[in-house]
């Protein structure tokens, strides 16, 4: 699919301004995937498909990390339709809840990296 120049400029506008303003759980997460710890590289708020924002992606493995909190719970069948979408293109889908990342963000983290180790790098 083309995208006209403007949709592409405002999908990379509207990811740029979220990531600047990131949800706890998912600034959290992000801090300790970040800077290649978990042997991959992770970004947060990529544009993908030309009109999905990932809240983390990992390009090498193709690996997308969701953090569902209350915004999803609104958004489900929306979110099943991006799944969906998003795994015809070969990318893998982790869904963490953002309680989880809050409360246990040793367990969210251990969840990522099992994902990571069973997709190894490309």
Do not use: N, W
């Not at 706890?24 to 995937?33: G, I, R, T, V």
């Not at 993908?48 to 999803?72: M, N, Q, S, T, W």
């Not at 293109?89 to 953002?98: K, N, R, S, T």
């Amino acid at each position: 699919m083309r995208l006209s120049r403007q949709r592409f400029e405002t999908l990379q506008q509207r990811a740029s301004s979220m990531r600047h303003a990131p949800t706890p759980s998912e600034e959290k997460l992000f801090q300790e995937l970040r800077g290649g710890k978990l042997g991959v590289t992770f970004r947060r708020q990529v544009p993908l498909a030309g009109r999905f924002i990932a809240d983390l992606y990992c390009a090498e493995i193709k690996l997308v990390v969701e953090v569902d909190g209350g915004y999803h719970a609104d958004r489900e069948r929306a979110d099943r339709r991006r799944d969906r979408v998003l795994a015809r293109l070969g990318v893998h889908l982790l869904h963490l809840d953002a309680a989880l990342v809050m409360t246990d963000l040793a367990a969210a983290v251990e969840r990522v990296r099992a994902v990571v180790q069973r997709l190894g790098p490309a």
